[in-house]
């Protein structure tokens, strides 16, 4: 089944720096390619991963947050300049809070017609610990989910 590019006018990226997130920026790029539509790619400071490097590196709150938004420029831009190159709407987000939650409340917010996002395969402990934010996405978006799979 081919799907025209028509179909999708609003595309939300969420991004972690992966390889499956950014192939899947890539593939929300060549959806949109040639419409009027528009691009919006998130980065989600993990309330998580900041309170276990505050409490196990010895950083400050304010410290590690900073570190992670600037990781998290990082991906925006170079996604960012992909699609601009192809002419697209661009626009970037930053949030902080459980990733899930925060894709989710984007999208309904901005009204996106799908969520393009990679998935990472987590097994044992840490998949029952802490789940998978693209299995927690596909359970509670209103919206389609196009999951693009690691190599």
Not at 22 to 41: D, E, I, K, M
Request: charged residues 25%; neutral net charge.
């Amino acid at each position: 089944m081919k799907v025209s590019s028509a179909v999708f006018r609003h595309i939300l990226v969420p991004t972690d720096g992966s390889e499956p997130s950014v192939r899947a920026a890539q593939l929300a790029t060549h959806l949109l390619r040639g419409s009027p539509g528009r691009l919006t790619v998130l980065y989600v400071v993990d309330e998580l991963v900041l309170r276990e490097l505050t409490r196990f590196n010895g950083r400050s709150h304010v410290d590690a947050k900073i570190e992670l938004e600037e990781h998290g420029r990082r991906y925006l831009k170079l996604i960012e300049r992909d699609a601009e190159r192809e002419g697209l709407c661009v626009e970037t987000l930053i949030r902080q809070g459980t990733p899930f939650e925060e894709i989710v409340a984007v999208a309904a917010e901005l009204g996106v017609d799908l969520i393009a996002m990679g998935h990472i395969g987590q097994r044992g402990a840490r998949r029952i610990l802490i789940g998978s934010v693209t299995g927690h996405v596909l359970d509670f978006a209103t919206c389609p989910v196009l999951v693009v799979k690691g190599s």
